[in-house]
């Protein structure tokens, strides 16, 4: 039975989806699990986490992410606590700290996987910009994996005895790397990497504005709203809007591409999506080999219609 960890992320107090899923993971064979919350009181976050054995609540003057203070603290934590494999979400915060805690623990480490066996220490990910899948497995007495979200089923918790809550304190030594400053992108639009459902538009949307057409249609399934490479660099979107290689690796529920031809660049960052529906006026558009369902059509059009058909079906 091994001993596993799960970095618990936090966004501005919330509990994030990804956590949930990372939970479901950890649960499968009966392991000892500890889940590690910066926080100054982990008791909001007992109902999340039902299901595990341990909660390290770590505490501080400044929780404010740091690098390397979190970085320090979490290797102190899987040293104490003799944990075996240790798990984090493949998020903008997963990809930072990860490494470094990677290097300071003295444990291998894969990231972005789309499937983790905790029992044999082994992952599969993506390569080769998403053309292929590799088995990787770490040899060493520590694994690191962080996750792709989106990608492991939520199950409900098992049932158990309430958790051991336990506090540490965070590292206080000086950092060589320090975050300044957190400029917060003023949209409201639904985070697309928490997103179930995602509705993105390309180079065919011709303009910033025609984009409100992929927001009315947005705020009725609640989805996020995205765009690809050549609409962000067209001044179509904003940059954090991007799905793709070089921008966000999304994994919804339903994907509607929205006058998007279907590049490879972008089908990297969402092909794992679970239904793909594709709107283009062009009917020989690459999207469609890679859709679940095509409509060939003009989408200025086309969802218009589906917004009002949805509102009806919707109430």
């Given at each position: 039975?091994?001993?596993?960890?799960?970095?618990?992320?936090?966004?501005?107090?919330?509990?994030?989806?990804?956590?949930?899923?990372?939970?479901?993971?950890?649960?499968?064979?009966?392991?000892?699990?500890?889940?590690?919350?910066?926080?100054?009181?982990?008791?909001?976050?007992?109902?999340?986490?039902?299901?595990?054995?341990?909660?390290?609540?770590?505490?501080?003057?400044?929780?404010?992410?740091?690098?390397?203070?979190?970085?320090?603290?979490?290797?102190?934590?899987?040293?104490?606590?003799?944990?075996?494999?240790?798990?984090?979400?493949?998020?903008?915060?997963?990809?930072?700290?990860?490494?470094?805690?990677?290097?300071?623990?003295?444990?291998?480490?894969?990231?972005?996987?789309?499937?983790?066996?905790?029992?044999?220490?082994?992952?599969?990910?993506?390569?080769?910009?998403?053309?292929?899948?590799?088995?990787?497995?770490?040899?060493?007495?520590?694994a690191l994996f962080t996750v792709r979200p989106n990608v492991i089923p939520v199950e409900p918790p098992a049932a158990g005895g309430a958790p051991e809550l336990k506090s540490r304190a965070l590292d206080t030594g000086e950092p060589r790397t320090r975050i300044v400053e957190v400029i917060q992108s003023?949209?409201?639009?639904?985070?697309?990497?928490?997103?179930?459902?995602?509705?993105?538009?390309?180079?065919?949307?011709?303009?910033?504005?025609?984009?409100?057409?992929?927001?009315?249609?947005?705020?009725?399934?609640?989805?996020?709203?995205?765009?690809?490479?050549?609409?962000?660099?067209?001044?179509?979107?904003?940059?954090?809007?991007?799905?793709?290689?070089?921008?966000?690796?999304?994994?919804?529920?339903?994907?509607?591409?929205?006058?998007?031809?279907?590049?490879?660049?972008?089908?990297?960052?969402?092909?794992?999506?679970?239904?793909?529906?594709?709107?283009?006026?062009?009917?020989?558009?690459?999207?469609?080999?890679?859709?679940?369902?095509?409509?060939?059509?003009?989408?200025?059009?086309?969802?218009?219609?589906?917004?009002?058909?949805?509102?009806?079906?919707?109430?």
């Amino acid at each position: 039975m091994a001993n596993i960890g799960l970095y618990i992320e936090l966004k501005n107090g919330a509990f994030k989806k990804a956590n949930r899923e990372l939970l479901s993971l950890a649960a499968r064979g009966g392991h000892n699990v500890h889940a590690i919350v910066f926080c100054a009181d982990a008791r909001p976050y007992l109902e999340e986490l039902k299901g595990v054995q341990v909660i390290v609540q770590v505490q501080g003057a400044d929780l404010a992410y740091q690098p390397d203070r979190y970085a320090a603290t979490l290797a102190a934590i899987i040293e104490e606590y003799k944990l075996d494999v240790f798990l984090g979400a493949f998020s903008a915060q997963g990809k930072d700290l990860f490494p470094r805690l990677a290097a300071k623990a003295k444990a291998g480490l894969v990231s972005d996987c789309l499937a983790v066996d905790l029992d044999k220490r082994q992952a599969v990910k993506p390569v080769y910009s998403g053309k292929l899948l590799a088995e990787y497995r770490v040899a060493g007495p520590r694994a690191l994996f962080t996750v792709r979200p989106n990608v492991i089923p939520v199950e409900p918790p098992a049932a158990g005895g309430a958790p051991e809550l336990k506090s540490r304190a965070l590292d206080t030594g000086e950092p060589r790397t320090r975050i300044v400053e957190v400029i917060q992108s003023a949209s409201q639009r639904v985070d697309l990497t928490e997103a179930e459902i995602i509705i993105s538009g390309g180079r065919a949307m011709k303009a910033q504005e025609n984009f409100a057409v992929l927001e009315d249609l947005a705020r009725v399934l609640n989805a996020g709203v995205g765009a690809s490479r050549a609409a962000v660099d067209a001044g179509f979107a904003s940059s954090d809007m991007q799905v793709g290689q070089t921008g966000k690796v999304v994994n919804p529920k339903l994907y509607i591409a929205c006058g998007i031809s279907g590049a490879i660049q972008h089908f990297v960052g969402m092909k794992t999506s679970k239904v793909i529906v594709a709107v283009n006026k062009d009917p020989e558009a690459p999207i469609f080999k890679k859709a679940d369902y095509g409509i060939v059509g003009d989408l200025f059009t086309v969802v218009p219609l589906l917004n009002e058909e949805l509102k009806k079906a919707l109430g």
